[in-house]
């Protein structure tokens, strides 16, 4: 009895609070005795409760560890044959890309591949109703978002794209690549052609087109060059992957040394696989390195990374060898998705800072100027993208290129920015180099005019004409001109100068009787100035040098002048190079002056800062107010084929995301379908629990 009054007493207070529909005991009368399923009615009505939280794990573990299909950041699909199944290309391909580029951080790759096909056996293959096979699903009937592919890299037979372009298997090829290309299309992806390479020691089954490798190599170019030519269109090219010639580069680099390349061991040979045909993995991450920066436009030599045991200095060589041969074709015999003049570049729109920016965060964009584009209030290379990604770019000035940067030319804002500057003019009031590493200014041909160069990037200097005042940073002329104008100037160097022994310091002199640095152009600089190349000085109509008058051309606190250096002056015309108030300068003087003793010193300490005058004396505002931080034979017989042995695989299940956006962007979908899909879930069995309650 005390044990049924205590359980009556737990019954009234239960139903008190919860109601007696919620009550969590169910009685049951046995005989004289009652009993309790305690639990059951508990466990009935609050197991939604359970479900909530298994609900919750799931969601949780779902989105830490399951891959959505449609994360991956890039997708690329291979089609091709035992040149592209051997050492897993497609692999190789994706270490690169996750490695070399911060915002893929996921690609997924695939690829079909069966031996010895060709062209026209693939599109059969994906065209055909009736076909089973897998590439009809990745570029027909596949509706998986994995399949929306970025870029889909073909390759044919070896020997084929060789052929005479009369020939029936070379048309058969060239048909087959341009129904491939518009199943590409219709999926809104690119095309590339894996340009290959010749047979070590040329082709015996087809000797008289194939004799050697350079030959064969040679055939194949063009073929390649024809097959994109006429499968492609100008509103949807195909692009080249040019790894044969890269392979011929390194061919090439041992033939200059007066060796033979085809001999065993050499960095040539050691391309191929025992049967002069099929590549090792040396071969194959050469490929992979050249359709690396086909793809992205970067450098594959940033990638401290190789399948196999490939000798760090060969990876080297090999990275080099890929990057050097496909911009050396750059705006030439190639054309690639990242290479645009300044009138077709997209401006990115989503940047910080705003303005005029030439950057991407996954490819990395080349932008071209070949004619006068007029002015920009300023322009950043390698910005900010979405609030957190940093992008890269570059900017290529050109013969008949011309570019005005009203205030600020600021190269590596946060990421990569470099200029190079072939020909063509540029004008703008301040160089700014930024954070970015590897950022910097390549002075090569062409005209540079700027007041300032400032910040941590590299200027070089081999070749052109710069009119500069000031600079911030160590400086290295190794050719070219300096010319402290226009008019009478003064360049001023806070850190060492140096001027090489192709450079040249161009001073004009136009009124020796005024103060130094206002009669003449004067170069400064305020620590070691070392001079090997040419001092040339020009005198102004009817000008010359008076008895007792001299000229500073240069002035340093130290003042190296090296063996070899030169003053190309006008006759008569002397030099000295003394001390002065803590300095030293080099100065000339006229031969009817007297000897260097009987000179007379200067009556006032000059100077060695920078001495702004006139308009230049007032400070130029920044930006927004402050500065930023910085030719074929033709054939006789039918040629014959060989087949590539290897087969088709299947492979990764990594997921993708959508294309990106403009030019030079990718970028990824939010990743919320599994989360999407459980709380549904819950939702529903949570309205059962409601309904059956």
Partial sequence: MELQSTVGKIRSETERRWGPEASIFRWEKVGTMERKNVFQQWLFRFKFVGLAVLGFWLVWFGLLWSKPSNAADVRLLFVGNSYTYGNNLNDIMKQLMERGVASFQDVYTQRYAPGGYRFPQHYKDASDPNSTAQLRQFLVTGQDPLYKWDFVIFQDQSQVPGFPQNNSYWLDSRNGLKGL?????????????????????????????????????????????AYAAQAGTSQAPIYIAPAGLAWERVYDDIAAQQQDPTADNTRFSVLYEGDGSHPSVQGSFLAACVLYTTLTGRDPSTIAWSPGNIPNAERSYYQSVAFDTVMKGVFGEFQYPWALDWADYTWPQNTAPTGKAI???????????????????????????????????????TAGGKLVVQTLLHVGFEGTGQVEHRDGAVETKKILFGKGANSNYKLLGGTLQTETIEG?????????????????????????????????????????????????????????????????????????????????????????????????????????????????????????????FGTQVLEIYSEQAGTPETMAEPTAEPTVGPEPSGDDAATQPEPNGAEPTIPEPSSGTEPSTTTESGSDSASNTEGPANPGQGCCQIQSTPRNFWLILLLALGFLLWRKQRLFS
Avoid: C
Avoid at 361 to 375: E, H
Avoid at 493 to 512: N, R, S
């Fill in 181 to 225: 290309h518009q199943l590409v299309q219709q999926k809104g992806g690119q095309s590339v052609l894996l340009m290959t390479w010749g047979r070590r020691k040329g082709d015996s089954q087809n000797a008289q087109m194939f004799p050697n490798f350079k030959a064969m190599q040679s055939r194949l170019r063009s073929g390649y060059k």
């Fill in 456 to 580: 941590n990037g590299v200027f070089s200097m081999t070749g052109g004409t710069l009119v500069l005042q000031n600079a911030k940073s160590t400086f290295v002329q190794a050719g070219g001109t300096l010319s402290p104008g226009p008019g009478v100037a003064r360049t001023f160097f806070e850190q060492d100068y140096t001027l090489e022994a192709k450079g040249t310091i161009a001073i004009e002199v136009a009124d020796p009787t005024k103060a130094e640095g206002k009669g003449a152009d004067l170069v400064q600089a305020n620590a070691t100035m070392s001079i090997a190349g040419t001092i040339k000085v020009a005198f102004g109509s009817g000008v010359q040098l008076s008895q007792g008058q001299t000229v500073v051309l240069l002035r340093a606190k130290t003042l190296d002048l090296k063996d070899g250096w030169k003053l190309d002056a006008p006759t008569g015309v002397l030099w000295r190079k003394r001390d002065d």
């Fill in 359 to 397: 950057s991407g965060v996954g490819m990395m964009p080349l932008v071209r100027v070949q004619k006068d584009v007029g002015s920009v209030p300023e322009l950043w290379l390698g910005v900010t993208h979405d609030g957190n990604k940093v992008g890269d770019g570059r900017l290529w000035i």
